[in-house]
C-alpha cells in the first residue's frame, strides 16, 4: 500500500505543478454557450490528472505483478484489468470534453512512468540489504 500511496502523490504533485504553470484552458471553454464567467479549474486541463492517476496505479500493479508473482496467468490479468481501467478513464475525460487527447497523452506518460519509477526504485534483490546511512565521500585523503 506504501507504494501506491507514494505513486499517487508523487503523480499528483507533478501534476498541480504542471497544471500550474501550464493554464490551459479546457475543451468545454471553446463550445458555444460557454458561460462568460468560468472557475478557476477552468483553465487547468493539461494535463489529466485523473488519468496520470489512473496510469500510476496500474503502472504500479502491473510492475509488482511481474516482479513479484510466480503464477503465469494472474500477472496478465493485473495487466489487463488495471491497463483497461487506465484507458477508460483517459477516454471518458475526453468524451466529457474535461480534456484535450494531448492532455490525456501526457498524463499516462506521466503516470505511467512515475508508477513503474516507485517500486523499481525501492526494489530490493534477494539477498541483498538496503543502506540507510550514506557513505562518506573521501576527497584526496582529507577526511
Known amino acids: 500500500m506504501v507504494l501506491y500511496a507514494e505513486s499517487a502523490a508523487f503523480t499528483l504533485a507533478l501534476t498541480q505543478l504542471t497544471k500550474a504553470a501550464f493554464r490551459r484552458p479546457r475543451p468545454y471553454t471553446y463550445l458555444d454557450g460557454a458561460p462568460a464567467e468560468l472557475d478557476s479549474d477552468a483553465s487547468l486541463s493539461f494535463f489529466s490528472g485523473h488519468t496520470a492517476l489512473a496510469f500510476a ?68 534483490e534477494r539477498g541483498g540489504s538496503v543502506q540507510a546511512t550514506p557513505a562518506m565521500l573521501s576527497l584526496g585523503g582529507a577526511f
Open 57 to 124: 496505479l496500474a503502472g504500479t500493479a502491473g510492475y509488482l505483478a511481474l516482479t513479484r508473482r510466480s503464477d503465469g496467468s494472474g500477472k496478465y490479468w493485473t495487466l489487463a484489468g488495471t491497463a483497461t481501467l487506465a484507458v477508460g478513464t483517459a477516454w471518458l475525460r475526453v468524451a466529457s470534453r474535461q480534456h484535450f487527447v494531448t492532455d490525456v497523452l501526457a498524463g499516462a506518460a506521466v503516470g505511467g512512468s512515475v508508477g513503474i519509477l516507485v517500486p523499481h526504485l525501492h526494489r530490493v
